[in-house]
């Protein structure tokens, strides 16, 4: 017998002899459970599929799966609960693989756990490798699964990117207003740079000046000497950099370097004394905050300020200062300022910080009297109108527990009168326990309801009536942006970006060009009103969660709206700009100042008298027929809405001043013009 089994040994296939030992020979797979052996010789995996530490590697196991039909496929070796395993997912030819899925530790314990689209009749290789050995978990040989669900359109598609550097961040650095992806390196800002129609990136490596820093905490970006071209913010543990574009944006200039005391946690680009250029903001772990302001002078040079009586924007000398974020939580027109701490439990300078702007130069912090002075580690926050109210409503981040145990996050709705709720209980947040240093307000959805990143591999997914249902298996933190100009927002991880799938909700997204302001629009508030009554709100804002930077663009889920009454853009210089009935699904570009706000919006259609007006205007047209008519100050504000019947509408409410008379007729259409109430 055993001369028979040697011979049986000997006739075996070269091709079974090489089964898993390289791309030209994997041992080919279905459903079902197999045994992966890593052999020395064998093919190393490349590229690499998963984020995190990559040794010497010298070993892979290599398996082809051809479905017959589109599936959610998924490779598990959580079969064997102590094995440490890597695996990648690629497709194309050998020699020419690319990513499509890959894991390290998703499975419980070390094992892997890797889901993708497999689409029918395209080979996928399921590549696994020797990262771990020499760990006690190791092992060269283990079983894995391979399942097929039936196929539901997932809610993000990975796609990998190749960029280098600290790669936290997603914004327009070209001035064509598609989000770009930039990373950091000493000497060096990669940049891959969004086609224009939509076939990819291009990668370009632009020169910058050599730096004490690059932004290991964090980064921010803005137009600070208003070129046209994006400036960025370093924030790392030996101080903070700003590096000026030059006038085409394909160069950087070290134009700030900070003293290496400053242990810099967030920065943001913010116009702080709102006179249309932006300030440089550093929250520092190691002392009060400081900023540096801006000349103005067109050079990008600086003045330092917040200290020796300038404005207290951090009041505890032993720092604590992790997340700073510019909101107007008030809604009276200028931004204050939110810092989230760090500190060990019972520390003073572990309390949340609430700096609300007196409009003159100076702020007060009100984070005791408005219930935001907690003991715990919260990192981050997150500020959006949750429930479509028109005030701003904020998650108070938890990155670590409180005397030991976890602190779950805080969600407090704004109740429109400078005060706050804590509606934490009953919200859905308060079973959960996910922990993160970064949370984020966006519509991943598109449903017109502004959803929560952050607390894992999670999304907070909002409800519209101030509670979320909690969905893990999301992409973890990481800039936010729309990275192949669908209307869908999209997440970067390093070298994949999470692209969001279009599940068929209208969207718009506004891009915004200042004139008087700062050119980005940092510090405006956008607005989109599909009807008088139903309104959307979004802050631009340079910097975002902890430590990254997302677009600088406004986007907005309209869920099943099929139109957009208008528009408004209130910009941080006091002027409101109107766009009546803009398309959906479609961008929008506002230049400050160049709409219905401020211009010549005399209609030639209809006209109004008496003007100036006293209790009644009437409204006279040989071409339209008249149905609705809305008033707007000049500050952009929607002061009266009514039914026109026989052509009058009622002003005698109404205050002395010029306003904006939009009206409706029987199409659809709008009409703009200006009267005065006498």
Not at 177 to 201: K, M, R, T, W
């Amino acid at each position: 017998m055993k001369q028979i089994f040697t011979l049986a040994f000997l006739c075996l296939s070269p091709l079974a002899l090489l089964a898993q030992q390289d791309c030209a020979h994997p041992q080919v797979v279905g459903p079902g459970t197999y045994n992966a052996s890593l052999t020395a010789g064998s093919e190393v995996p490349n590229p690499i599929c998963t984020q995190g530490q990559t040794g010497n590697l010298t070993k892979g196991a290599w398996f082809s799966y051809t479905p017959t039909e589109i599936h959610t496929t998924t490779v598990s070796t959580a079969i064997s609960l102590t094995v440490d395993t890597r695996v990648h997912i690629y497709k194309g030819s050998c020699g020419a693989l690319v990513c499509v899925a890959g894991d390290d530790d998703s499975g419980p314990g070390y094992t892997s756990v890797a889901s993708f689209t497999a689409e029918t009749g395209v080979t996928y290789y399921i590549v696994f490798d020797n990262n771990w050995e020499g760990s006690a978990e190791y092992s060269d040989n283990f079983p894995f699964t391979l399942t097929e669900a039936v196929y539901v359109a997932p809610m993000f598609e990975p796609q990998f990117i190749d960029i280098g550097g600290s790669r936290n961040c997603v914004v327009d650095m070209n001035g064509d207003y598609l989000d770009d992806v930039i990373g950091v390196d000493n000497g060096v800002v990669h940049v891959l740079f969004q086609n224009a129609n939509g076939s990819g990136f291009t990668s370009q490596d632009l020169p910058a000046l050599s730096s004490q820093n690059t932004p290991s905490w964090s980064i921010a970006a803005g137009d600070y000497n208003k070129d046209g071209f994006n400036d960025l913010l370093y924030g790392s543990g030996g101080g903070s950099t700003v590096m000026i574009s030059n006038s085409t944006g394909t160069a950087f200039t070290s134009k700030l370097e900070t003293p290496a005391s400053f242990l810099t946690q967030r920065t943001n680009f913010v116009d702080i004394d709102n006179d249309g250029n932006l300030d440089a903001f550093m929250c520092d772990d190691n002392a009060a905050n400081v900023y540096f302001q801006n000349t103005g002078d067109g050079g990008g040079n600086f003045k330092r300020s917040g200290l020796n009586g300038a404005p207290d924007l951090g009041i505890y000398p032993t720092g604590g200062n992790y997340a700073s974020i510019w909101v107007d939580y008030d809604n009276d027109g200028d931004l204050d300022l939110y810092i989230a701490k760090c500190r060990g439990a019972n520390n003073d300078a572990a309390k949340d910080e609430l700096h609300r702007n007196n409009g003159n130069g100076t702020f007060t912090n009100v984070a005791e009297e408005l219930g935001f002075a907690d003991y715990h580690q919260s990192w981050s926050s997150a500020w959006g109108d949750f429930n479509n109210d028109g005030f701003i409503d904020v998650l108070v981040g938890s990155n670590a527990g409180l005397d030991g145990s976890l602190f779950t996050q805080k969600l407090m709705k704004n109740n429109g009168n400078g005060t706050f709720t804590n509606v934490t209980v009953g919200s859905g947040l308060d079973t959960f326990s996910g922990t993160s240093r970064d949370y984020f307000a966006h519509d991943f959805n598109n449903d017109g309801f502004i959803d929560i990143l952050g607390g894992g591999n999670y999304i907070l997914f909002n409800n519209g009536d101030m509670t979320f249902n909690v969905v893990g298996g999301s992409p973890e933190p990481g800039p936010v942006g729309d990275l192949n100009n669908d209307g869908f927002l999209d997440i970067q991880n390093g070298n994949t970006i999470h692209m969001g799938n279009d599940n068929g909700n209208n969207w718009i997204k506004i891009h915004l060009k200042g004139i008087q302001s700062n050119s980005n629009g940092i510090g405006a508030r956008v607005e989109v009103y599909t009807d008088a009554e139903h309104k959307y709100i979004r802050e631009i804002r340079s910097g975002d969660g902890f430590e990254y930077m997302g677009s600088l663009n406004a986007h907005f889920g309209l869920g099943e709206n099929e139109s957009i009454d208008h528009v408004a853009v209130r910009w941080p210089s006091g002027t409101v700009d109107i766009v009546e009935n803009p398309d959906i699904n479609h961008s929008l570009l506002v230049t400050e100042g160049q709409t219905l706000g401020t211009g010549n919006v005399n209609s030639t259609m209809f006209t109004v008298y008496p003007n100036p007006a006293k209790d009644v205007i009437n409204i006279s047209s040989n071409s339209l027929s008249v149905t609705k008519a809305h008033i707007y100050d000049l500050s952009g504000r929607l002061v009266k809405t009514a039914d026109v019947t026989n052509g009058v509408v009622p002003v005698q409410q109404l205050n002395k001043g010029t306003y904006i008379l939009i009206i409706q007729d029987n199409t659809g259409k709008q009409h703009t013009s200006k009267f005065i109430k006498g």
